[in-house]
């Protein structure tokens, strides 16, 4: 009897097989195509976006033409306001999607930004795809932002150059 306990005990007390670890080295691509943001709903986030900063500026315009009619170039009512769009677009280009992976304009549209193998955005890569992607697309005269109307994956000029798409953002359960 002593014999079939030890029996069933080593049995039982048998490791359990290994679960497959990940391979070291870079992640495989994720399959974003169900959740691809539409070209339209990123229109609307950058448009978001860029109006911020554009009703800063002019907010900032309206009171120097109001307070500072001196005429002799900018106040300081204007200095204020160029240097708080300055810093409003670093908090709302660099620093949230840093964060989070939304502007505040993605934010509204459900979108987020994401790395291709589906790590969240760093601020290197915010900063690579706001400060040196967005001016490259722009020199292609809007065609790099075309891009992402055609390209299988909805990406653009300044996802590509720093391997970035946007997505739309995923319900929290």
């Not at 120097?64 to 106040?75: E, H, K, N, Q, W």
Request: proline fraction near 6%.
């Amino acid at each position: 009897m002593s014999v079939r306990l030890e029996q069933k005990a080593t049995a039982s007390a048998a490791p359990a097989p290994a679960v497959a670890a990940r391979p070291p080295g870079p992640r495989p691509e994720v399959n974003f195509e169900r959740l691809r943001a539409p070209f339209s709903l990123r229109c609307g986030a950058v448009l978001i976006d860029y109006i911020l900063l554009v009703g800063l500026l002019a907010f900032a315009t309206l009171l120097a033409r109001l307070f500072d009619d001196t005429g002799r170039g900018a106040g300081p009512f204007l200095t204020v306001g160029y240097a708080a769009v300055v810093m409003v677009a670093a908090i709302n280009l660099v620093l949230l999607p840093g964060l989070s992976g939304r502007t505040l304009g993605k934010w509204v549209a459900g979108l987020r930004v994401e790395r291709l193998d589906g790590v969240p955005l760093s601020f290197g890569r915010a900063l690579l795809r706001h400060l040196a992607g967005y001016p490259l697309t722009l020199l292609t005269l809007g065609l790099g932002f075309l891009l992402a109307a055609f390209n299988s994956r909805g990406r653009a000029l300044h996802d590509l150059l720093a391997g970035t798409v946007v997505v739309r953002a995923r319900r929290s359960r």
